[in-house]
């Protein structure tokens, strides 16, 4: 069992935090279909940033199961100390670090995986924030700044180290962005090297893509992003095989029809109509990705501008599949 400070998690799936993506109506539906463990949108630690309109709605953990986790980026250790500290008064439970972003800049500063180069910059960020709070204080990494430079060994040990109670890697590297395949080795150094929980991260994209990269890392726990993507099931795919070693059927349509509708309700209700229905175009994307007709429902459905009518254009569409299939 994988515990995070006081958490124990009720397994070992774990969401991937996603900006544009994690928001709280998918984390939400995620922990629902059976990821164990979920981390919000990465929050700048400029504090002129905090009372934004989109700062607002990443920290938003309403209604949301424990523990809530707040993921904190920036490169200024005394910044990223006072933002954790916000946080943790806001009601964050845990506090992930992000050091595994690709971005160049996070609000003008090098941030994110460009930290991986200044491994004493690290160091002094982790010793901040673990410093700054009570809580437990968790970081996601990539395994360097580049192929010829993979230290997230010594990351890794200098975060065990400096009180991280818990690390997410992603086996590539930052110069890698999100080219080539992830790179495991690296991770399963990690794993035997140090003896906080590790989640391993980067391309799990289906049951048994999940067990090979357990079996290749020894990995306590599995951190899945892009898949969860349109496909929310993939948790409890993946928990049914780690269970018992049997594959479960993909969801009927029903099911998916279902799950779609509450997911856009969501969406609706906590961004309000006109930005829920923008922000659900790319998700309905995601789910119709493969269907029969997906495409053309598509381009339909980024035209349409009134949120009672996208999930209209949904509900046909599902009737008529239905229809189809009787
Ligand atoms: C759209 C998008 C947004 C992301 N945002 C974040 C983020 O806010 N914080 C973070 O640590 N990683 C972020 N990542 C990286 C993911 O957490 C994850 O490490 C990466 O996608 C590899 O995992 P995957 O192959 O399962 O997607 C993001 C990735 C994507 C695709």
């Not at 109506?25 to 922990?31: A, G, H, I, W």
């Not at 790179?183 to 391993?200: G, L, N, Q, Y």
């Not at 279902?258 to 789910?287: D, E, M, S």
């Amino acid at each position: 069992m994988i515990s995070i400070g006081p958490y124990s998690l009720p397994n070992r799936l774990a969401l991937a935090p996603m900006a544009g993506v994690t928001d709280l109506p998918f984390r939400r539906l995620c922990r629902e279909l059976g990821a164990g463990y979920v981390v919000g949108e990465m929050l700048s630690s400029d504090p002129r940033l905090r009372q934004t309109r989109k700062s607002l709605l990443r920290a938003n953990h309403e209604g949301e199961p424990e523990p809530r986790a707040v993921q904190i980026a920036g490169a200024d250790p005394a910044w990223m100390a006072d933002a954790a500290q916000y946080n943790v008064d806001q009601g964050a439970q845990i506090i992930d670090i992000n050091m595994g972003c690709p971005a160049k800049k996070v609000c003008n500063k090098l941030a994110g995986s460009a930290l991986l180069e200044d491994e004493r910059l690290v160091e002094a960020i982790l010793r901040a924030v673990v410093g700054a709070v009570d809580a437990p204080v968790t970081l996601k990494i990539r395994t360097g700044p580049d192929p010829q430079r993979r230290n997230g060994l010594r990351i890794a040990r200098v975060a065990e180290q400096a009180g991280i109670s818990a690390l997410a890697v992603h086996g590539r590297t930052r110069a890698d962005r999100f080219n080539g395949n992830a790179e495991f080795r690296t991770i399963a150094r990690i794993c035997r090297a140090v003896s906080i929980p590790v989640f391993a991260n980067g391309d799990i994209s289906s049951p048994a893509e999940a067990l090979r990269i357990l079996d290749l890392t020894g990995a306590d726990g599995l951190m899945v992003g892009r898949a969860a993507q349109g496909n929310p099931w993939i948790f409890r795919e993946i928990q049914a095989v780690l269970e018992t070693g049997q594959g479960i059927d993909p969801p009927a349509e029903a099911d998916v029809h279902a799950v779609l509708t509450r997911h856009l309700r969501g969406l609706h209700a906590f961004y309000g109509p006109r930005q829920g229905l923008r922000v659900a175009r790319k998700h309905i994307g995601w789910y119709l990705k493969d269907r029969p007709g997906g495409k053309a429902l598509r381009a339909r459905l980024m035209r349409v501008e009134d949120a009672t009518q996208q999930l209209q254009l949904i509900d046909n569409h599902f009737q008529t599949a239905r229809r189809h299939a009787a």
